[in-house]
């Protein structure tokens, strides 16, 4: 007999005959005559109640049955006559596929907090919460890909290993054989594996680029990795981002297009994952149902840096980091926007020059680059993307400045020298994209094995 879905069956319309589950117990009550499963098979956040009627026929596999075995079931189904679901099976045969003993399987019927979760990241997604966050962070995915194909642009596949640094941020992680160990001579010596150092990607960005324009519009969705060494509820050393590039387009083509891409997710998960989002709605954060409304309707202030700078003056607000023009802005002050002042999310552009890599394109004030933000109630930036400097002339005098090296850049610097074209796009974070669609605070709590520092387990 083929398996059936406990999801489809709960939303079957009329009774099936005979049908076979298989999934996970997650409780196990007697009464006199019967005994009551609920099992789960991971496919929706309601569980299937099954019946089992004390005959000695049941009597032995009974005894071995406990919350976190699995098990396999064949019965029919039944209209329940119980309050809550449509359905219900009666067993008639059940067979145990795994045991979890019970005086040792940690996840018990009672609420654990987060933190023990994270101790046993290889159970959690077992529970409701963490089942319903990622079949959330599933979907999201899909549809980030959904999106992009409905506006036609192309999915590349940009290079996890890499010898070049895109943000120039010094947060790379380097690679290298356990046979030969990295080095960084220049003399031509180095034993690198690549021949020369190699690190993980820091963003897939300067690819994507070289695809926008050939391709015109390009997205690449991939997991990137950052040695920065801040142990904030935001950063992960391993996270996914989704980096659009648009051929032909500036500044305010991709504020649209990420204004675009948020609402599209949120309205996704709202149609697929109703029951899972109403978990995060009911017991992570009251304001969730209201939050991803304004979300969907209010419009997106925008303002540039200066303005941003001179407001947060203006509040006389006592801030921990300073606010003055050319320091860059904190969460605190991002928070501040999006939380107090707009009450809503905010792109704030032309930031200073020197507080951004080297791709960005200048703006004719000479002081400032054509960079916009998107930050978003509760987290702060969730995008960050920019105009790039199509100008072979003004890359070059960057890349001086910042003392890049023409000769590692060559194919980039390329492009400027045939047939460049003016070119845009951000990088959104996936994880704080998941954080924002179910209230969660904590990105060790939406991806399936973070990696922080001081924390490489599972
Ligand atoms: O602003 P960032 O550094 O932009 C770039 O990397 C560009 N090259 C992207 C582009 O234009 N194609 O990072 C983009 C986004 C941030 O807004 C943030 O949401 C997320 O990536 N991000 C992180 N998420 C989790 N952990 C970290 N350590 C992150 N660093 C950045
Ligand atoms: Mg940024």
């Not at 449509?86 to 145990?96: Q, V």
């Not at 045991?99 to 529970?127: G, M, N, V, W, Y």
């Amino acid at each position: 007999m083929k398996r059936t879905k406990i999801k489809h069956l709960l939303q079957a319309e009329t009774a099936a005959s005979s049908v076979l589950v298989q999934g996970w117990i997650r409780t196990i009550r007697a009464s006199k005559e019967f005994s009551f499963i609920e099992l789960n098979d991971g496919s929706c956040l309601e569980n299937l109640q099954i019946i089992i009627t004390h005959t000695d026929q049941f009597q032995e596999t009974l005894s071995e049955l406990t919350t976190g075995s699995s098990i396999s079931v064949e019965g029919i189904v039944t209209e329940s006559i119980g309050q809550g679901q449509k359905w219900e099976l009666k067993a008639e045969k059940i067979i145990l596929l795994g045991e979890a003993d019970a005086s040792i399987f940690p996840l018990q019927k009672k609420r654990h907090s987060d933190e023990f979760l994270r101790t046993i990241a290889h159970l959690r997604p077992r529970t409701n919460k963490y089942g319903a966050l990622f079949r959330i962070r599933s979907t999201l995915a899909q549809a980030v890909h959904n999106f992009f194909a409905e506006k036609e642009f192309f999915y590349v596949h940009t290079p996890i290993l890499t010898g070049s640094d895109c943000e120039g941020a010094g947060e790379m992680f380097t690679v290298a054989t356990q046979k030969t160990v990295a080095t960084q001579k220049k003399d031509g010596t180095s034993k690198d594996f690549f021949g020369k150092p190699a690190s993980l990607t820091v963003s897939g960005q300067l690819s994507a680029e070289m695809f926008a324009l050939s391709l015109g519009d390009v997205y690449t969705f991939g997991p990137t990795f950052r040695a920065e060494n801040s142990n904030t509820p935001r950063h992960a050393a391993e996270f996914w981002m989704i980096e659009p590039e648009m051929a032909f387009a500036g500044l305010d083509d991709i504020m649209q297009l990420g204004q675009e891409l948020i609402s599209f997710c949120i309205r996704t998960v709202q149609e697929k994952n109703a029951d899972d989002l109403n978990l995060f709605a009911q017991f992570v954060d009251k304001n969730l149902t209201e939050d991803l409304h304004t979300l969907l309707t209010k419009e997106y202030a925008r303002i540039s840096y200066t303005d941003a700078v001179d407001i947060l003056i203006k509040s006389n607000k006592k801030f921990e980091f300073p606010v003055a023009w050319g320091n860059d802005l904190q969460t605190e002050h991002e928070r501040f926007f999006t939380d107090e002042y707009f009450k809503s999310p905010v792109i704030i552009y032309d930031y200073p020059k020197s507080l951004k890599p080297f791709y960005m394109r200048a703006n004719a004030d000479g002081k400032t680059v054509a960079a916009m933000d998107i930050l978003v109630p509760r987290i702060g930036e969730l995008i960050g993307g920019s105009a790039r400097e199509e100008r072979y002339e003004m890359l070059l005098a960057n890349m001086k400045d910042l003392k890049l090296s023409e000769e590692e850049y060559w194919w980039y610097i390329d492009s400027r020298r045939f047939g460049t074209a003016p070119h845009a796009g951000f990088g959104m974070g996936f994880e704080r994209l998941i954080m924002l669609v179910t209230g969660i605070t904590n990105i060790r709590d939406v991806i399936a094995f973070p990696r922080t520092p001081g924390n490489l387990d599972f």
